[in-house]
């Protein structure tokens, strides 16, 4: 393991062999639908609370990751997951129901990154050789913890952006495993990609100053205008070097800023067209009503498992930076008239 600055080199070359997405019925009506594992009919999933279904979501996709990946529970070192919800209370609980050792990690809704990247280096390091990491969000918990209970439905303003139902995990392995075959959209067979984590680069916690909870987007762009810079100037590449640079979800208004600020930083306009995209703006249709896009833990989380993980072992995609982003408020600051904290922590995925 080599550290330059805000970026950390994986020698040792950890793998994702394992992921799962799961998502509810509002995602799987969006343009992203083929891409997840699963997709709910019902957001309570058979649950008698919002957050009893939450926890639940989380539990089948790491189950099935590691399903997936061929590693039973007694294989894993530990779980590395976070949540929006107090104690980390889908995470937790979820532990609690696998029985496998457990860090909880909180970044608001940069945690899939987060989880990511810190699994990432527990394995490059040694430490242990499988570990199972991921996120989960849920809009009906979320609106009842930060904002309004649905039951009161209060008005949501234009730059809003909808907390996204779903859950994705991951299974970092200090070993690849052979992924066997896939037919192409022509009936060819090829053999699916190895997908290795590169690098990652710890994010720092940026304030811009925003202190309205609408505006999401707007106080987590420039957290990851920040580490993307970073990035690139600790690894010495430009933005050409990826195939896709996704953030988490900064929706359509951090989008645009975003955008905005990398021009003002000397990256062209055209290859941020070409490459840069966000996981918030992607989920949806702007069709469904959800305003500015999508936000929560799982919408990365559902994204990275699902759409980058499958684009990877087919090899349609080779080289990705993946970076989450979170706004770092609680459910009283805004009330004590803080301003919101945003950070974004990137991770670079290689398909071998």
């Not at 649905?150 to 809003?160: D, K, T, Y």
Request: charged share 25%; net charge negative; aromatic share 8%.
């Amino acid at each position: 393991m080599a550290r330059k600055k805000q970026t950390i080199i994986f020698g040792n070359k950890p793998y994702i062999i394992g992921s799962y997405s799961l998502v509810g019925k509002k995602e799987s009506d969006g343009p992203m639908k083929k891409w997840f594992d699963e997709c709910l009919e019902d957001d309570t999933y058979g649950e008698k609370t919002w957050e009893k279904s939450e926890s639940k979501m989380l539990k089948t996709a790491m189950s099935e990751a590691m399903r997936r990946a061929g590693k039973n529970k007694d294989e894993i070192g530990v779980v590395l997951s976070g949540d929006l919800l107090n104690q980390l209370m889908s995470s937790s609980f979820t532990a609690r129901d696998l029985h496998i050792p457990f860090l909880g990690m909180y970044g608001a809704c940069s945690t899939m990154a987060e989880s990511l990247l810190l699994g990432a280096v527990l394995v490059d390091g040694r430490y242990s050789d499988d570990i199972v990491i991921g996120a989960s969000s849920h809009y009906c918990t979320a609106e009842r913890q930060f904002r309004m209970p649905l039951e009161h439905g209060n008005q949501r303003p234009p730059s809003a952006q909808w907390t996204v139902t779903g859950s994705g995990a991951m299974l970092i392995s200090s070993k690849s495993r052979d992924g066997g075959f896939r037919a192409d959209d022509k009936g060819s067979w090829n053999r699916l990609k190895h997908i290795r984590v590169e690098c990652g680069t710890i994010g720092k916690v940026i304030d811009a100053g925003i202190r309205d909870a609408n505006q999401m987007g707007s106080a987590m762009a420039p957290a990851a205008v920040d580490t993307l810079l970073n990035h690139l100037e600790d690894t010495g590449r430009d933005l050409d070097y990826y195939d896709v640079v996704l953030t988490g979800d900064l929706g359509y208004i951090g989008k645009d800023i975003m955008k905005d600020l990398l021009i003002d930083a000397g990256i062209s306009k055209n290859m941020l067209d070409e490459r840069y995209d966000d996981c918030g703006c992607m989920i949806y249709d702007l069709q469904q009503d959800i305003h500015s896009g999508g936000s929560g833990c799982g919408c990365s989380a559902s994204i990275f498992a699902g759409y980058i993980y499958k684009k990877m072992t087919t090899g349609e995609l080779k080289k990705v930076l993946i970076m989450s982003t979170g706004a770092l408020l609680s459910t009283i600051s805004p009330f004590q008239g803080e301003s919101i904290p945003g950070i974004a922590h990137a991770v670079s995925l290689v398909a071998e």
